[in-house]
């Protein structure tokens, strides 16, 4: 782990890097063309400091009388074989280096020079009036050494400022960028690999916060559905492995001689082929109601007379165990568009699920009311309710209130989650909660835009 993290940031790392030196080298070479152009140019160059310096002594002091003293104060001049001209082009001060680099001892000053085409010439100015021009005039070897040696190390000492500038820099964008990037690299290899638990910490600027948040929250959606489907094929074996069981059992009896062959035994085997069939159909219909693959065919319906007839088809199993079952509120315009045979089997699986779980002689109860947003539908029980730490779980697939699975109070254990998937389908909603004065209430939300 540790050896691929380091290789991932030393990688970024070696690319900043690179793309640095190659800034740092252009921005060189640049520089070096250019003054090399005005060195080499006849003509006004840009503003050098040595010239700088000649044209403010004239303005300070009006003439070129003791310009010496400017001189003397550019040490980088020492080495250059220089005439300083006035505007007429006469000698002010000869500073020519003789073959020994030293200053020629003949005098010249005030006459005129000609302006060879070998001569590097800067021309002076005040206030925009020619007042002089200064001339590098050719020199030998170890002379041109001294003035690219005068050019070159102030670009050095600028190229080594920026060279401990790249490191500082290289060195805060490692930690602010590389690492952290680097971290969310080595996570996207280890999901890839089959580690959905990886996770990386939020640090660096906003931008790489942002991403690593939004990896940590995809690993975690990887890692959840990942261990839903994991649960749901142990769900799946679960669900039938006992009617498998029960009906591979009848029919050896059977073959065996021990079950008679018209005997209760073939009705129960035939009982959990029902089962079985149920199963499966209730398994493609909640696939095809997650993959939005079922096809509605909604008209306009009145809801409170929907509710009427689903609470009239399971009067008979209410009656069996004592329970009371009425609508006891319906109130406003309950017409909507809905699909009435996939409302009808969300309203007798949240009815029929209460009635299994509420204890004889208890009250089921369902409301219908028209809202500012659209229509509210509630099933109501006074039974136990639902542990508050197992609400947001009751709409999953399998999920059943008694945690051994045992199927004595029947179902498939889909009907919540089928209910949920054909309202969500419809462009409505439901929610699960527990009534304060105890049991469970389903609340279902149907929206007028989706009406």
Known sequence: MHSSIREIRRRLLNLLLRAFVIVLFLSFLIFTLIIGYFLTSSSTPVPIPFVSTLEGYYLAS?????VEVAFD????LDAMSTLL???EQRIVLDQRLDSASEVSSTPTVGTNYTIQSSDVVFNLAAHGEPIGYLVITPYSLSQRFGFARAIVFPIGVISLLLATFLVVVANLLMRRFVNPLADVIYAARAVTDGKLDTRISTEGPQDLRTLSESFNVMASSLERNDRERRDFLADIA???RTPLSVIRGRLE???DGIYAENGPQVSTALEQTYLLERLVDDLRLLTLAEKRQLVFDKTTVDVGNLIATVIDMLSAQAQEKNISLVLSERNGNLSAQLDPQ???QVLSNLIGNALRYVPDGGRVWVTANETAEGLSVTVNDNGLGIPE???PFIFDRFWRKEKSRSRASGGTGLGLAISKQLIEAQGGRIEARNLPEGGLQILISLFKEEL
């Open 62 to 66: 009006g003439n070129w009388q003791g």
């Open 73 to 76: 104060s550019m040490p980088e």
């Open 85 to 87: 001209l006035d505007e």
């Open 238 to 240: 679960h669900e039938l």
């Open 253 to 255: 009896g059977i073959i």
């Open 342 to 344: 996939r409302f009808e």
């Open 389 to 391: 730490e197992d609400l």
